[in-house]
């Protein structure tokens, strides 16, 4: 085939994953392509150059983008890496589009053809290709590993000749893909763990992991789930009566974990300054949505915060990244495996088929123009802000859930949601 693709070290510094594995660059080198990887782009992921060599890439430097047709990248190329592309070349990466409108019309005029990973298709065919929840997923587990370091004190119950240490009480917001994993990862570190969401589905997945529900099960409440399976904005007096009762129960919590994103929305505000007060000095918050604007009042994005009552508010940001060992080879493989359906085997040829439907949903620009229906009018001036929802609404949790995995519908077909990955989330 004599094409090349490149994987790049990331940019941004607080960006630790890398889009490509010694698993992905021999299955790459054995569909006919030139793998060229930028030295030391694996180095936070665990990945040296030598295991990138052996298996069969060459490491390069920054300036080879230049030479490839494919790039592989986990975040959307900044204005300065564009410039070093060539015309034509398609870009993979999870590109974050809403609300970075300058962003999007930079990759139509550089002549890329990008695409957005975040949306792909929630279909039986695209699962291994899904990075909202491969990422999602770890981010969920790592939350709990994140909440237990910083609780000083043991979370699953423990009978000693000394006496008995209670288990930890641990509250899941959201069960999208990160809540279920947070669920399962807690209740395997034997807390006591309940769980909150506006879908009638999630109700059925929380408890099959092991936790109770919590929730205002009304009318609203049971027609609060669209036909893609994500959540919908519930009304004031819905949220007003939820909110009642999840503070009454936050109060009595050790660790609160919140994963909550609207499609179309900034993260709604779950978690008041007034019910943080309410919890007990040592307990513990953590917010999955801290990117997009935060679940819980008070928390800042990148830093650990404790209130003037004694509870620690976790706002880190690119939580995936924080188990960038795992992250970076879930990634890996869900960009190889949506590649390889652009690679005719008996050829060996790349080439991009416009009418399939994973390149519909998920292609951004093309052709120096924006192409995707939800961007198409990018490069004007006025756009509103919106988010996407970064936690789809059902998944498969890790050894866990019985549900199949479902997340974000695609932007082509709904209004597209994360997170995500973060995002989300």
């Not at 970075?100 to 139509?108: E, K």
């Not at 034997?190 to 936790?211: I, N, W, Y």
């Not at 998920?362 to 996407?388: C, N």
Request: no cysteine; aromatic share 4%; proline share 5%.
């Amino acid at each position: 085939m004599g094409q090349t693709i490149f994987i790049p070290r990331e940019v941004d510094a607080s960006e630790t994953r890398v889009a490509g594995s010694p698993d992905t660059v021999k299955r790459l080198a054995g569909l006919g392509f030139d793998v060229i990887v930028e030295k030391g782009a694996g180095t936070s992921s665990r990945i040296t150059d030598e295991d990138f060599a052996k298996a069969g890439a060459t490491i390069g430097k920054a300036s080879d983008a230049g030479k490839a047709d494919v790039v592989l990248k986990v975040r959307r190329p900044t204005d300065a890496e564009l410039r070093g592309y060539k015309k034509g070349a398609a870009v993979f990466a999870t590109m974050d589009p809403y609300g970075n409108d300058a962003a999007v019309a930079s990759m139509a005029k550089a002549g890329i053809t990008a695409f957005s990973m975040e949306f792909m298709p929630r279909i039986t065919r695209a699962q291994s290709m899904d990075v909202l929840s491969s990422q999602a997923n770890l981010a969920g587990y790592q939350a709990v590993i994140d909440a237990a370091a910083e609780y000083d004190r043991a979370l699953p119950m423990m009978m000693t000749a000394a006496g008995t240490v209670p288990a930890a009480k641990v509250f899941v917001m959201g069960a999208g893909v990160a809540g279920l994993q947070a669920i399962a990862t807690a209740r395997r570190l034997g807390a006591v763990v309940t769980a909150t969401d506006v879908r009638p589905a999630a109700k059925e997945q929380v408890a099959s992991l092991g936790a109770k529900f919590i929730a205002v099960e009304d009318e609203e409440f049971r027609a609060a789930e669209t036909a893609g399976g994500y959540a919908k904005e519930m009304s004031k007096e819905y949220q007003a009566k939820q909110a009642a009762l999840t503070a009454e129960h936050i109060a009595k919590q050790d660790i609160v974990i919140t994963t909550a994103l609207i499609p179309g929305r900034p993260a709604p505000k779950l978690v008041s300054a007034a019910v943080v007060a309410s919890m007990k000095p040592g307990s513990v918050l953590v917010d999955l949505a801290v990117e997009r604007g935060g679940n819980v009042e008070g928390a800042v994005p990148g830093k650990v915060t404790i209130t003037e009552g004694g509870v620690k508010i976790v706002g880190h940001l690119n939580v995936p990244g924080r188990i960038a060992a795992s992250a970076s080879l879930l990634y890996a493989k869900n960009l190889y495996t949506f590649l390889e359906t652009m690679v005719d085997k008996a050829s060996k040829t790349f080439a991009i088929n416009r009418d399939d439907e994973l390149v519909k949903a998920t292609m951004l620009t093309d052709g120096g123009a924006v192409v995707h229906p939800a961007f198409a009018k990018a490069a004007a001036p006025e756009q509103p802000h919106v988010e996407p929802a970064a936690i789809p609404a059902k998944t498969l949790v890790a050894d866990a859930s019985p549900a199949k995995a479902k997340a974000k519908k695609p932007a082509a077909a709904k209004k597209p949601s994360a997170k995500s990955t973060k995002g989300s989330a």
